[in-house]
């Protein structure tokens, strides 16, 4: 049963730091890539990072130099490690994974307000 979990969402300050969390279960993310998005209100979902199975990663960028996608084998978790927030960053931020090019399953999501 594949299932992915985001935490680590919160309340910040601008130029305020989180590191979020994606378990993921049911698969093994290094197998595959993965990626963040986020949503803000009245906006679409927009990815984030990426990082594939070679390692190699991937960012938008509003978020280069800020964001750094990560991955931990031994967790089977992926990260998203957020510095230098700003007010634009608040939005629900998704974990997904991706087969072979499209986005097949998602978690509900880990809310980031700065303010």
């Known amino acids: 049963h594949v299932q992915l979990v985001e935490s680590g969402g919160g309340s910040v300050e601008p130029g305020g730091s989180l590191r979020l969390s994606c378990v993921v279960s049911?698969?093994?993310?290094?197998?595959?890539?993965m990626g963040w998005f986020r949503q803000a209100p009245g906006e679409s979902r927009k990815g984030v990072a990426t990082i594939d199975s070679n390692g190699a990663t991937d960012y938008a960028d509003s978020v280069k130099g800020r964001f750094t996608i990560s991955g931990d084998n031994a967790k089977n978790t992926v990260y998203l490690q957020l510095n230098t927030l700003k007010t634009e960053d608040t939005a629900m931020y998704y974990c997904?994974?991706?087969?072979?090019?499209?986005?097949?399953?998602w978690g509900k999501g880990t809310q980031v307000t700065v303010s």
């Open positions: 049911g698969f093994t993310y290094s197998g595959y890539c």
């Open positions: 997904a994974k991706s087969p072979h090019g499209t986005w097949d399953y």
